[in-house]
């Protein structure tokens, strides 16, 4: 293991808890590169995220591919929630919940009434990212 993973371990754990696939890690030019893939373009957003707030823009380099852009992402309905607050959450906007319930047809008969531990598909269109 490189220094620079060594010093980044955090973050790349962070990235395969997330379900990104590192499949190449290197050191290049001082920088770390870390090349990978994953799902959804909500688990891209969620690692830049944590890059960023670990400081490491001028240490890192990644390129994440993702599989399926069909929708943003899964998200599995938490105890408490509602469908405006994983709007806002994860789309920047409370009053997008309508269209998290109307891709979610089969899931959410009433956008009011929701289930905890329900996995729902958050748009691609809807997303902010």
Known sequence: MSEMESKHSDLI??????????????????????????????????????????????EVDADIKVENTDYYGDYTIQKGDTLSKIAQRYLGDANKYRMIAEANPDTISDPDKINAGATIRLPMAAALH
């Open 13 to 58: 754990s962070k990235g395969r808890e997330l379900g990104i696939d590192f499949g190449d890690i290197t050191e290049q030019n001082g920088k770390l590169q870390l090349n990978g893939t994953t799902t959804f373009q909500m688990q891209k957003d969620a690692f830049w995220d944590a890059l960023k707030a670990e400081g490491a823009e001028s």
